[in-house]
């Protein structure tokens, strides 16, 4: 299967501050990868799909100009979240769609908004 | 609206127990069916089922796709310890995104 890497694997901003987490995928040229966000004891909330050279697609609630996606090259998406907030302290994971219609997902991201 | 739902969503057992999880759904355009685990971290990939009654195993896990029933099964055999996690089941339909079922916490007890 794909091997998905994400970084930092957990970060503590100040509230206001902004975060940037990558997502590589090392082993496979991904021209779509998936951000999830996950809050404690719930399933996975698929925020939005990243599209290679093109503009995201953002799922119905999430801001756009909050959580800002970047998919610039075929193996690295990042996600910024932008003036975060306590609120936005949640577990983010990237995944990726392997040509096998799989979907193999990055280490994950804890993000403490303090 | 495409839907996925897992029971039970928790489950407490004894090293030793078989246990059996189950997932249901509701989608348009159904292409397959996947099963993680999810430890602290990221899901894990498990199995993928596209086709019905064809089992997949591996080690103590398997399972298997109804696709008259809209359903599949994960099967645990002689549970430890790491197998305790929450067991998310996903279904893949043609032209749209992943669906997630809540999952289903399973603890094994020593």
């Known amino acids: 299967g794909a091997v998905v890497s994400q970084h930092p694997s957990r970060v503590i901003c100040k509230s206001g501050t902004s975060v940037k987490i990558e997502c590589r995928s090392l082993d496979f040229q991904a021209t779509t990868m998936f951000w999830y966000r996950q809050f404690p004891k719930k399933s996975l909330m698929l925020m939005a799909t990243?599209?290679?050279?093109?503009?995201?697609?953002?799922e119905q609630g999430v801001e756009k100009d909050k959580f800002l996606i970047n998919h610039a090259s075929l193996t690295l998406s990042t996600l910024t979240v932008t003036s975060a907030h306590p609120e936005d302290s949640s577990f983010y994971i990237c995944a990726v769609a392997s040509s096998g219609n799989t979907i193999y997902f990055g280490e994950g991201s804890w993000l403490t908004v303090v | 609206e495409d839907k996925v739902v897992q029971s039970p969503l928790s489950l407490v057992v004894h090293e030793g127990d078989t246990v059996t999880l189950n997932c249901s759904y509701e989608v348009t355009n159904f292409r397959s069916l996947l099963w993680y685990k999810q430890e602290k971290k990221a899901p894990t990939f498990l199995f993928m089922l596209?086709?019905?009654?064809i089992e997949k195993k591996s080690g103590r896990l398997s399972s298997i796709l109804d696709k008259k029933e809209l359903s599949s099964i994960l099967n645990i055999t002689a549970t430890q310890t790491g197998d305790s996690a929450i067991y998310l089941c996903?279904?893949?339909?043609?032209?749209?995104?992943?669906?997630f079922g809540p999952g289903t916490r399973l603890s094994v007890l020593p």
């Open positions: 996903a279904v893949n339909p043609y032209g749209q995104n992943f669906v």
């Open positions: 596209t086709s019905s009654g």
């Open positions: 990243s599209n290679e050279g093109s503009k995201a697609t953002y």
